[in-house]
């Protein structure tokens, strides 16, 4: 399993991420203001103002990150987790 | 049909679906070849204010392969840009459209087109090249023709290319084949019985949308050759086309979509009928994003053609023959997966290799025919299907009687077709404006104020 914190995350995003059982679109406003500030960092970096999260198997936290062009797989328990977690937030 | 609608997935996303792919020695320039992939079925001519377009969220692709193993070796990539010109009216045109870039034309498209090899060359050939607006009516698009032909451009020196909306040029009578597959000019023999009559074509009156692109020989072969030897392995290329959209859509609070990650494909053509008659509805979606050199997975059903399971059984006692026949079809293997290797129709080869794939089979060292026989090959015609596949090809024709039994004796000497097969025919021709001599080959689209739904095209 990849360890990966939030600001990894957004990092391979902009890297060139790839993507079910849930389906996430996330832009700057859809984090919590502490992730917010990270967001805002990496696009800074470059990263894309909006990517999109696909997560294959909550259970086992497969994702893919799908920005512009790319496609990155990502292993993610916790992550995935949260994010289905948001579901009904 | 050919390809139209052929899968429960690219049924709901016309402007990605490939519906049929054409390759030829170009009749009045062979020293090249002419590709053609058709997309957006059955369009109404009348079909505004949102008149038909090419998809800009779509990736347009024709491929070839030169080397047997059924991988593109060059692929040709289209990509389309639509811009708004006018943002206050709800008009596709503010006035006659006199010429290709006339301002009055509200919404055009351009289009770019690139070569992109096996071995990661790649060239753009072409960017900005406008598509002509639709046949909207003699006071929108007055001269049509004139329209159109401002669209054909010469690219690269080499190449020539023209994207653009033409007259439906496959003829088929969908009707008749859909209900339990009646052939009108016999459904007094049908299981289900009614008097004979004439064939309807179910495209008349439609058009769609054309990639035409013509490439000199020496482009496409192996060796950079335009080789004249029949029997040469060289002379033969596979082609195919494909639509891929990108993995993810999202829809935005406006209105507006946009559109994440890599290319996938949905939609895949090669030989006409393939996906649409011979791979099972369960997996017709599956089969259109696959490429060619995967499709060992779907032999069975061309080895074992369900359609020909259900002739004896729809028109009994008319193909007693074909009803006995329990081996494998390896004609139909032959013609549809590997092309026919030599020894088979004295002169003529257009094998690719051991490498199960459903592609176009296009021996380039057959010249044009100087007569051609819509019946193509099995006709005596070896510069039609299935060598290739020209514009005028009666397919539907070729295909039913194929699988009726009329090309076992090609590989199996001991089986004598019914006399059916060589009789069975939909019994349509094309109701629509002629195929040209010429580039593009398909014929001018209906417009949209002279046509009457049901009534051919003028």
């Not at chain 1, 957004?10 to 500030?37: E, N």
């Amino acid at each position: 399993m990849v360890e990966s914190s939030r600001r990894k995350f957004l990092g391979l995003a902009g890297a060139g991420a790839a993507s079910a059982a849930a389906a996430v679109a996330i832009g700057t406003g859809a984090l919590g203001r502490d992730d917010a500030d990270e967001s805002t960092d990496a696009i800074d970096d470059g990263t894309p103002t909006s990517f999109v999260v696909h997560v294959t198997d909550v259970r086992r936290g497969k994702m893919t990150v799908l920005a512009g062009t790319t496609e990155v797989a990502v292993e993610d328990r916790g992550m995935a987790a949260n994010l289905a977690r948001m579901r009904s937030a | 049909m050919s390809s139209h609608r052929e899968a429960p997935e690219i049924s709901k996303d016309p402007v990605a679906d490939n519906t049929d792919v054409y390759a030829f020695v170009s009749p009045d320039r062979p020293d090249t070849v002419t590709l053609i992939a058709n997309f957006i079925p059955l369009q109404k001519p009348d079909g505004g204010p949102n008149f038909y377009e090419f998809g800009d969220d779509v990736l347009y692709e024709i491929h070839v392969s030169n080397s047997g193993d059924a991988r593109a070796d060059i692929s040709y990539q289209f990509r389309f840009r639509t811009v708004v010109r006018n943002q206050n009216t709800f008009l596709y045109n503010v006035g006659p459209i006199g010429s290709i870039d006339d301002p009055n034309w509200n919404r055009p498209q351009f289009y770019s087109v690139r070569r992109v090899e096996r071995n990661g060359r790649t060239q753009t050939l072409g960017d900005n090249l406008p598509v002509p607006p639709v046949n909207i009516g003699p006071r929108s698009t007055a001269n049509y023709a004139r329209l159109a032909r401002q669209a054909v451009q010469r690219i690269d020196r080499r190449h020539k290319v023209f994207c653009g909306q033409r007259a439906e040029g496959f003829f088929v009578d969908l009707g008749s084949i859909f209900d339990l597959a009646t052939l009108r000019p016999f459904q007094n023999l049908h299981l289900i019985p009614s008097a004979a009559a004439v064939g309807v074509n179910g495209t008349q009156g439609l058009n769609v949308h054309s990639i035409v692109l013509q490439v000199p020989i020496t482009q496409l072969t192996r060796n950079g050759k335009a080789p004249k030897d029949v029997m040469d392995p060289k002379s033969v290329i596979g082609v195919w086309a494909t639509a891929s959209r990108r993995r993810a859509r999202i829809v935005d609070d406006d209105g507006g979509t946009q559109a994440y990650g890599p290319f996938r494909q949905v939609s895949r053509l090669g030989n006409p009928l393939f996906n649409e008659v011979l791979v099972p509805m369960v997996r017709k979606d599956e089969w259109n994003s696959q490429p060619p050199s995967d499709d060992k997975r779907f032999a069975t059903y061309v080895r074992r053609p369900e359609l020909a399971t259900l002739l004896p059984i729809l028109y009994p006692g008319v193909f007693p023959n074909l009803a006995g026949y329990k081996k494998p079809r390896a004609d139909l293997s032959a013609i549809l997966l590997t092309g026919i290797p030599d020894g088979v129709v004295p002169g003529f080869q257009n094998f690719t290799g051991p490498v199960l794939s459903d592609m176009l089979r296009l021996n380039v060292a057959v010249p044009p025919a100087s007569d051609p026989n819509p019946l193509g090959l099995v006709a005596g015609d070896p510069a039609g299907f299935p060598n290739g596949r020209r514009v005028s090809d009666d397919v539907v024709t070729v295909e039913l009687r194929a699988v009726a039994g009329l090309t076992i004796p090609l590989v199996d000497p001991s089986f004598t077709p019914d006399s059916a097969a060589s009789a069975i025919k939909d019994g349509t021709t094309n109701t629509n404006s002629w195929y040209f001599d010429n580039f593009p080959y398909l014929g001018t689209p209906a417009g949209g104020y002279q046509t009457t739904p049901g009534v051919p095209a003028t």
